[in-house]
């Protein structure tokens, strides 16, 4: 049964095809937003949401996302130096960054490896910059995963 079948048996008026449309394009649009956007009252939006999805016709809402390498497409592996020991104290203020999908704590000049994921060359720029500053880190350098 198709949009126009509903709306001839009385389901859906263009007020609610409006608010499908948006909620389509934006499932997180705020009742406020979406009050504006027809307009009708928050509470004569959120009436109508509710009513839509009681007779199926939303039936959820869901994030659409992109595929992990589209999201995350650079790949690096960054040395780390520290100027504090124990080293444990100055790991815990980055091991769980979002970029940092692993890390390795080592011997020799060096005390650290992380392997990092970013968007860009931007992105290992300013994580890179980020680590820098922290207390306890005396260097970082890096190299691009080809």
């Given at each position: 049964?198709?949009?126009?079948?509903?709306?001839?048996?009385?389901?859906?008026?263009p007020?609610?095809?409006?608010?499908?449309?948006?909620l389509?394009?934006?499932a997180?649009m705020?009742?406020?937003?979406?009050?504006?956007?027809i307009?009708l009252?928050?509470?004569?939006?959120?009436a109508?949401?509710?009513?839509?999805?009681?007779?199926?016709?939303?039936?959820?809402?869901?994030?659409?996302?992109?595929?992990?390498?589209?999201?995350?497409?650079l790949?690096?592996?960054?040395?780390l130096?520290?100027?504090?020991?124990?080293?444990?104290?100055?790991?815990?203020?980055?091991?769980?960054?979002?970029q940092i999908?692993?890390?390795?704590?080592?011997?020799?000049?060096?005390?650290?490896l992380?392997?990092?994921?970013?968007?860009?060359?931007?992105?290992?720029?300013?994580?890179?910059?980020?680590?820098?500053a922290?207390p306890?880190?005396?260097q970082?350098?890096?190299?691009?995963?080809?």
């Amino acid at each position: 049964m198709g949009m126009s079948d509903r709306r001839n048996g009385g389901g859906l008026d263009p007020i609610d095809e409006k608010l499908i449309g948006l909620l389509s394009t934006n499932a997180r649009m705020t009742l406020t937003a979406l009050a504006h956007a027809i307009p009708l009252s928050r509470t004569a939006v959120q009436a109508r949401i509710a009513k839509l999805e009681r007779e199926g016709v939303i039936l959820g809402y869901r994030a659409v996302l992109g595929k992990p390498a589209e999201r995350k497409k650079l790949g690096a592996v960054l040395n780390l130096v520290f100027s504090r020991r124990p080293c444990a104290p100055v790991v815990e203020m980055f091991r769980h960054w979002p970029q940092i999908e692993a890390y390795y704590s080592l011997t020799g000049p060096m005390d650290g490896l992380a392997i990092v994921k970013v968007l860009d060359s931007e992105e290992l720029s300013q994580l890179i910059n980020r680590l820098s500053a922290l207390p306890g880190v005396a260097q970082v350098t890096s190299s691009v995963i080809l």
